[in-house]
């Protein structure tokens, strides 16, 4: 049962009963109705501005038309009032029956409440993390990871047939530079006096065991040897041990991927994916030789004072038209992620989205042209920009990692403070806007710790149900009892003020992945959870409302039922972001 989706089709149905009474002229086209919730509470459960969209095209004022489909709406079925605000709100009322009837849905559903297939098993392709393989991951690439990996579960959740995908950027000058660190290393391991790590080079302890297990192997082989002879077996040696390295990390956050697509391979085999990719753009004659003007503010990596080979990415939504190939003949970065995305597209993806840090963002707009160019406009980017993480403990900032040497790792904050903070803290604030993630504030066990707050109100109504069975044991979550419960005695506003609360969970769903936007799963649960624990603690003053009532098994069955209800759409959106559900809390 969506409650949104019900008011919308049955405007939907008023609007064409208007139509055929002539009340519309036979040839206005009915828009799609959109039902919201009212910002008033006292307006009514649902609200929709029907009337207003349709004014201009009708050629009616709005109130009029908004009189005219209340009078269609009234005397329906769950429909208790109706009524007009304004210039021609509608604001709709549902019965108390509608809502009673809305737990016991939810308990029939279980788990696929909520779930619409707004999908429709549509393929998309879901990269996110894609950290450069030269050390351990630090924690802006957490935020990333957390934020890619809810979203992929969401898309999961209404639907979509997701692939969860990693970009492994093995294929540049930083890896040759992590193969250098690495070979000092070995050095080391060997017995020799490295002294300090030069600059430019990786300094990080994570090397050492590296180091070792390549002095292991090869014994003093490459000590003296020519960098040509030993750069390529270092840096295929260190390229795994990072990426083995990253995994674990990852799974640390319970983060896995479906595919870890090497920049490598796009050149790897005598096959040359670059000039392929290359090629496409030049048949569609959007390849041309020319200059740009320098990058205001600063140099730019794909600059240079000589004719060029570019893009014609104006063409298709850019700022400017961007370098693919240097003077000397060497491609630019950009030529390699538009081979990547070519070959995304080959693998039969036209629905793409790329999680990118802060540092990225002026990829954006060339992005999106490639993509739009490549696919002649078939298939859709969307960039999710995850800006900056700020670590403080007790409000003071925290140091950089001992064993990085650089930066704080992602394992450092996991092991501290358990993965189920880290992740719910990285999705509660929008991607777009600095996150502070405070040591100390994330493992309170108070209200203004959202992530116990919210683990919290799950714990709590499986501990009601335990208590429960000391009085009436056979009333389980799935018992008859409490499956089919007299939920006519769900009717104090404090219980229908809950019940409308789980009610808004599939519209929030649907919302939040067509959004590409998890975090309002986050804000949802809160809001959700301090529902629920305020309908508890209003229990402790007046009787009617607790739980649970040694002396009534039926009334004691509906609240359950209503407790039942309250724990499924938590867990389902716990589930979401990818954090425990738990059944108590130490």
């Known amino acids: 049962m969506n409650v949104f989706a019900l008011v919308e089709a049955r405007i939907a149905d008023a609007l064409k009963a208007l139509k055929s009474e002539g009340f519309f002229n036979d040839d206005l086209a009915l828009p799609n109705v959109e039902a919201e919730v009212p910002r008033d509470a006292s307006h009514g459960d649902v609200a929709s501005n029907i009337a207003m969209v349709l ?60 779930q619409p297939d707004l999908g429709q098993a549509k393929k998309v392709n879901v990269e996110y993390v894609s950290a450069n393989p030269t050390g351990p991951m630090h924690v802006g690439h957490c935020r990333g990871a957390v934020f890619g990996d809810a979203l992929a579960n969401l898309l999961e959740f209404v639907g979509y047939d997701v692939a969860r995908e990693y970009y492994i950027n093995d294929a540049g000058g930083q890896v040759d530079v992590l193969a250098r660190s690495v ?5 080391e391991a060997l017995g020799e006096d490295i002294g300090a790590i030069p600059e430019g080079l990786y300094p990080g302890d994570y090397l050492k065991p590296v180091g070792a297990t390549l002095a292991k192997a090869h014994g003093r082989t490459f000590v003296d040897a020519p960098e040509a002879d030993w750069l390529a077996v270092f840096r295929s ?80 939504g850019d700022d400017e038209d961007r370098a693919i190939q240097k003077s000397d003949g060497s491609y630019t970065y950009f030529a390699g992620d538009i081979a990547y995305h070519l070959n995304k597209l080959e693998r039969g993806f036209l629905h793409l989205i ?10 954006i707009s060339r992005m999106k042209a490639a993509v739009k160019a490549l696919s002649e406009g078939k298939a859709d980017l969307d960039i999710k920009v995850c800006q900056l993480v700020k670590l403080f403990r007790g409000g003071e900032p925290v140091k950089m990692s001992k064993r ?23 999705l509660y604030r929008k991607n777009d806007a600095s996150l502070d993630f405070d040591f100390a504030k994330v493992t309170e066990q108070s209200r203004d710790n959202p992530v116990f707050y919210v683990q919290y109100a799950h714990a709590r ?13 056979e009333l389980t979550a799935d018992s008859k009892s409490v ?3 007299d939920l006519s005695q769900l ?30 799963v986050a804000f949802y649960l809160y809001d959700l959870a301090s529902e629920f624990h305020g309908l508890w603690t209003r229990g402790n003053d007046l009787p009617q409302l607790r739980f649970i009532h040694e002396d009534d098994e039926s009334l004691t069955a509906a609240r359950l039922a209503l407790v039942a209800a309250t724990q499924t759409v938590l867990s389902a959106g716990l589930g979401v972001l990818g954090v425990e559900a738990p059944e108590a809390m130490r």
């Open 461 to 473: 109504a499986a501990s009601v149900f335990r208590r429960a069975r000391e009085a009436f044991p």
């Open 354 to 363: 790329n999680v990118f840090g802060a540092d990225h963002v002026g990829y």
């Open 404 to 426: 990085a040497g650089t930066f704080v790792t992602l394992r450092d904050v996991v092991d501290e403070v358990g993965r189920d903070p880290v992740r719910f803290m990285m």
């Open 183 to 187: 070979h000092l290393r070995y050095r």
């Open 483 to 485: 499956l089919e419960a």
């Open 491 to 520: 009717k104090d506003p404090a219980d229908l003020a809950l019940i409308k609360r789980l009610a808004f969970f599939p519209k929030l769903v649907q919302s939040a992945a067509r959004a590409h936007e998890p975090h309002r």
């Open 237 to 316: 040696s260190a390229i795994d041990a990072m990426m083995d390295m990253i995994r674990d990390d990852l799974a640390a956050l319970n983060i896995r991927h479906d595919v870890f697509f090497s920049e490598a391979s796009l050149t790897a085999n005598g096959n040359d994916g670059v000039k392929a990719a290359v090629d496409v753009l030049a048949n569609k004659g959007l390849i041309y030789k020319g200059t740009l003007e320098r990058p205001k503010g600063h140099e730019g990596e794909d600059w240079e004072d000589r004719e060029q080979t570019l893009f014609k990415s104006t063409d298709f």
């Open 55 to 114: 004014a201009k095209p009708a050629k009616t004022k709005p109130r009029e038309i908004a009189e005219a489909i209340k009078g269609k709406l009234e005397g329906g079925d769950d429909i208790e009032a109706v009524s007009v605000a304004g210039p021609g709100f509608l604001n709709v009322t549902l019965a108390p029956s509608y809502w009673q009837n809305l737990v016991a849905s939810i308990l029939k559903q279980g788990s696929a409440f909520g």
